[in-house]
């Protein structure tokens, strides 16, 4: 069950609850990288392509981020998911990407979930799902099926209205601007 941000936000831990330090993978700091994940979801939208991004944490540092440039690299492999992947094998210097969390504002494509599993990251945190083309856990789940060898951890809804609106807001201004033209 995943506990929803604002409720952490809005209503204090009881007093025996409390640590002086609060534990790693808090919602909190979901929230943090989703934002980051949706800065690089803006510079998409900025390039006029579908507004989606990606961010992928080690050690609660970020080693690679990416934003979908598949208008502007004209090739379907230019996913925010397959960039951020790319540069974070870059930064371990290994294609092996375990112990590592992917931010994704919208569930994975069938390619990107695949890039996901083989590059064996150990979770997978999106913002909101997509009846389209997602599948992890819309269509189908590629994050989690027990016939592979190896299996992503997957959390979801993570600032899901932001990345809903800023989608939305996208589509809106294209089919104005489809009209006009
Ligand atoms: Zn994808």
């Not at 409390?18 to 980051?36: G, H, I, V």
């Not at 208008?71 to 210097?93: R, S």
């Not at 959390?155 to 609106?165: A, K, T, V």
């Amino acid at each position: 069950m995943e506990i929803p941000v604002t409720a952490v936000e809005k209503k204090p831990l009881p007093t025996t609850m409390r640590t002086a330090e609060p534990p790693e993978e808090l919602p909190l700091s979901d929230e943090r990288y989703m934002k980051e994940a949706l800065k690089q979801a803006k510079k998409a939208f900025a390039h006029g392509e579908v507004p989606i991004g990606a961010v992928v944490v080690y050690e609660d540092r970020i080693i690679g981020r990416g934003y979908n440039r598949r208008n502007t690299d004209k090739v379907a492999l230019a996913h925010a998911e397959i960039t951020a992947i790319k540069k974070a094998a870059k930064v371990m210097g290994d294609w092996r990407l375990e112990g590592c969390t992917i931010y994704i504002t919208l569930e994975p494509c069938p390619m990107c979930a695949g890039a996901i599993v083989q590059s064996r990251i150990d979770r997978c945190v999106f913002a909101c799902s997509s009846d389209k083309a997602g599948c992890a856990g819309s269509l189908i789940n590629l994050l989690d099926m027990k016939e592979f060898n190896h299996r992503v951890e997957i959390s979801s809804g993570i600032l899901e209205e932001e990345s809903r609106n800023l989608l939305q807001s996208f589509f809106k201004n294209l089919r104005s601007s489809q009209k006009e033209s």
